[in-house]
């Protein structure tokens, strides 16, 4: 006969993805209710359940051996469905929802990757997504119609968001368009630009007059699709990142004054039944972003 498998500890289980997702055991013990002698008891009954080290020292914090990237990755799905099938017992599954919101350069660019990911790990949480601009998802976020959003940092609002992130700023022009005749003539630069208020239009405007360099707003639009258009029809400049800039489009260099650098700020709400699938969520968001153009 066979010898069965070993079946692991879902407590040891959750403390370790608890403990490795707070960055300490300490902080793991806290928001599991138990004491820190006995989550590092139920995280040393773990490895020797898996026969391997899974957690080692790096710095002040902690980090996975290879082992315990593998122990993780499984980890979190069976937490996954152990959750799901009390929820179901309970007749409560789909109940839980977090509210998320990303400005529009970040949704389209960021939004499938991360739900595909936070679906794997939290498959019972209803997600809601609003894509906008940073003032409509800060009202959102403030009149609590959102538990978390990613935007734009604002450094003359200060407010209590963790900066997770940089972008620099760049003119984005038609490719046909010959910039330095333009400048040559003392013609306006046309400008293409979201209407007020609007951080990078302010950003625009006030590096062009600091530069000398007279400017005219020729298309306002509502919406990120609608400043792509105009600029691929060759109405004007805009100021943005390379964030989901069409391909058909090219960045002035040199030609125009430097914008500098725009902070990426994420906000979230303290939601304690949901506190363990926000942080993942965030974590997700701030880990996809350097992968942005």
Not at 25 to 37: E, K
């Amino acid at each position: 006969m066979n010898k069965l498998p070993l079946t692991l500890d879902l407590d040891a289980l959750r403390s370790f993805v608890t403990g490795i997702e707070c960055g300490s055991f300490a902080l793991a013990a806290n928001r599991l209710c138990r004491s820190t002698s006995a989550v590092s008891a139920q995280l040393k009954k773990l490895e020797q359940q898996c026969g391997a080290a899974l957690v080692m020292k790096k710095g002040r914090g902690l980090a996975l051996t290879r082992d315990g990237e593998i122990v993780m990755g499984y980890a979190r799905r069976m937490l996954a469905l152990n959750d799901e099938m009390q929820h179901a017992l309970q007749g409560e599954l789909f109940q839980e929802e977090i509210r998320i919101g990303m400005q529009e350069d970040f949704g389209e660019s960021l939004m499938p990757g991360i739900l595909g990911e936070f679906r794997r790990h939290h498959p019972a949480v209803r997600i809601t997504a609003r894509v906008d601009r940073n003032r409509a998802l800060l009202n959102a976020f403030d009149d609590n119609a959102l538990d978390m959003v990613l935007l734009w940092q604002n450094e003359n609002e200060p407010r209590k968001g963790r900066l997770v992130g940089q972008s620099q700023m760049v003119w984005i022009q038609p490719p046909e368009m010959d910039l330095n005749a333009l400048l040559a003539r003392g013609e306006p630069l046309p400008l293409v630009m979201f209407d007020s208020p609007c951080l990078m239009r302010s950003h625009a405007i006030e590096c062009l007059n600091q530069a000398g360099i007279p400017w005219q707003v020729v298309f306002v639009s509502h919406s990120l699709s609608g400043i792509w258009a105009a600029v691929r029809a060759g109405l004007g400049v805009t100021l943005r990142t390379r964030i989901g800039m069409p391909d058909s489009l090219r960045v002035a260099e040199k030609l125009l004054p430097a914008p500098g650098m725009l902070g990426i700020a994420l906000e979230q709400h303290e939601n304690d039944t949901e506190q363990r699938a926000q942080m993942l969520l965030g974590q997700l968001m701030e880990q996809a972003l350097p992968g942005l153009r």
